[in-house]
């Protein structure tokens, strides 16, 4: 995941070290392990959009080249911005007769319509493939920021947005993905789900968890001033604390959570500054308890909708009596939490 182009006026030192940061790239085995969850049908003659995604080296544009025909996509478009620390490292876009074309670094967007079977039998073959499309790339006049023009525009065209955009903007980026109504499939950071406006998106379900679990994190290639923490094959990567997200239907957000344990005052106490109960672990939720209830935000990967309702977040929510701050037991704050109440009464 390139950062974005942020360059302006008033762009400060500390927001420059933040994109810097975004250097990570998501591994071909993480997509393939979360997109197989999705019906197929609901990519059936659409336009995917990868516009954080430097074809060069995203394996999401990997991905859907390979499985464009499996999908039945009508269209994949993929843009990367001016400047991409990585453009042309380890695809070259261009063979030395054709590189005055577009140089490595510069914002281009590929256009991706048609693909042959017979071209995915083998890795060469596929390499062979994509050199060939990329030639065909576009310069983009602008940037290629997401929030450029062209890019809009292009985002405009699609149906499907599937991606890992740079989290130092995830705010922005989810905010223009909800303008269009566009559907999404997105890696975030786990934080980003305690941001105000990106948590009332999962209050009212316009945003949820994808299907990979909510413990642990992900490990991405790492291109970020040498850091990683292992190598596997000769890679570099490095364990980052993120989640898919997503306003795609999945089975898991249909499963419904088996509860068992009982409610008592003494296992269940209640908050200093906000009329719930404390549930610590999602596993220990009451079956007998139907007020409101604060759960951690790992709950959010065991939610299903028709189960529970959310009701808010503790820093946020009406009712609590120190606005912007964390639940309290017997005077100490606690970690986020979530507040939910139980929708029906049975199992």
Known sequence: ??????????????????????EFYTQLADIENELRHYHRARFQGKVVYCNCDDPCESKFVEYFVRNFNALGLKELIAT??????????????????????????????????????????????????????????KKLNGTGDFRSPECVALLK????????????LFREYVAQLVEYRKKFL????????????????????????????????????????????KTVNGVKIINVPAIWLTNLDHSKRHERLQLYKNYTAEAYPQYDNYDAIEVSKTAEIPCDYYGAMGV????????????????????????????????????????ARIIIKRKDTTQ
């Open 80 to 137: 990367v911005f001016t400047g991409s620390p990585v453009s042309g490292t380890q695809l070259p876009l261009f063979d030395t007769e054709t590189n005055d074309q577009i140089g490595t670094g510069e914002a281009h967007v590929l256009r991706v319509k048609r693909v042959k079977n017979s071209d995915l039998d083998d890795v060469g073959s596929f390499a062979e493939l994509l050199k060939k499309r990329l030639r065909k790339a």
């Open 186 to 229: 997105i890696i975030g950071n786990k934080n980003a789900i305690t941001y105000k406006d990106v948590f009332v998106l999962i209050k009212n379900n316009t945003l949820w968890t994808g299907y990979r679990n909510f413990s642990g994190g992900m490990w991405f290639i790492s291109d970020y001033e040498g850091k990683y923490e």
């Open 1 to 22: 995941m390139p950062r974005r182009n942020t360059s302006s006026a008033n762009v400060t030192l500390q927001n420059a070290k933040r994109a810097k940061k975004d």
């Open 157 to 168: 065209e699609a149906d499907i947005v599937v991606t890992n955009p740079p989290f130092s």
């Open 296 to 335: 951690p935000i790992t709950f959010l990967d065991k939610y299903n909708p028709e189960q529970f309702e959310i009701l808010g977040i503790d820093r946020y929510i009406e009712g609590n009596q120190t606005p912007n701050k964390r639940f309290m037991i017997s005077g100490t704050e606690i970690y």
